[in-house]
T-cell receptor, first 115, second 109 residues
Framework: DAGVIQSPRHEVTEMGQEVTLRCKPISGHNSLFWYRQTMMRGLELLIYFNNNVPIDDSGMPEDRFSAKMPNASFSTLKIQPSEPRDSAVYFC?????????????FGPGTRLTVL | GENVEQHPSTLSVQEGDSAVIKCTYSDSASNYFPWYKQELGKRPQLIIDIRSNVGEKKDQRIAVTLNKTAKHFSLHITETQPEDSAVYFCAATGNQFYFGTGTSLTVIP
């Protein structure tokens, strides 16, 4: 298995533009997590899905952020419009099982820079 | 909600010495406590985890202890090596999942 796949690996955009980050979880995993990591705030859980259904989105910073999981093998995190303070590394992770009590496998991350 | 505090934020040890990182949590419903290691520029990876029905777990040079009464758990690394240098995150999971703020460990050769 290739592990969790994220694209793009790097994204540079200008303030106000729409940004879409993509994630393919490990095949067979039914939980998917989106994280944001910055020096100031550390590793923050934004949202997680179980069986394609959003379970907890309390970590989503504001309405500019949205996440979808249309099927078991694909998820997107969208920022619209983007702002410089959104610059961070965004990780996607997946795990097996219906609860959040199993090992999470992280993707390589997307480094987002908003100018 | 859950609040996970992690200490220290930075830690430097001589190669061969032991390192201890401590975390406290507030939600008594938490019952799963993983530890992740993140090397510079890399993704977090699970190194050890413990569930609430166990007080201690060991895997070679790494061990984790859990005190549910006091709501704290600790990571112990013995015989540290330079490749142990990384940021370590604890987490507590009950109905939600929260990472600690991380500990940057430097092992000095």
């Amino acid at each position: 298995d290739a592990g969790v796949i994220q694209s793009p690996r790097h994204e540079v955009t200008e303030m106000g533009q729409e940004v879409t980050l993509r994630c393919k979880p490990i095949s067979g995993h039914n939980s998917l997590f989106w994280y944001r990591q910055t020096m100031m705030r550390g590793l923050e859980l934004l949202i997680y899905f179980n069986n394609n259904v959003p379970i907890d989105d309390s970590g989503m910073p504001e309405d500019r952020f949205s996440a979808k999981m249309p099927n078991a093998s694909f998820s997107t995190l969208k920022i619209q419009p983007s702002e410089p303070r959104d610059s961070a590394v965004y990780f996607c992770a997946s795990s097996l099982g219906g609860l959040i009590m199993n090992e999470q496998f992280f993707g390589p991350g997307t480094r987002l820079t908003v100018l | 909600g859950e609040n996970v505090e992690q200490h220290p934020s930075t830690l430097s040890v001589q190669e061969g010495d032991s390192a201890v990182i401590k975390c406290t949590y507030s939600d008594s419903a938490s019952n799963y406590f993983p530890w992740y290691k993140q090397e510079l520029g890399k993704r977090p990876q699970l190194i050890i985890d413990i569930r609430s029905n166990v007080g201690e777990k060991k895997d070679q040079r790494i061990a984790v202890t859990l005190n549910k009464t006091a709501k704290h758990f600790s990571l112990h690394i013995t015989e540290t090596q330079p490749e142990d240098s990384a940021v370590y995150f604890c987490a507590a999971t009950g109905n939600q999942f929260y990472f600690g703020t991380g500990t940057s460990l430097t092992v000095i050769p």
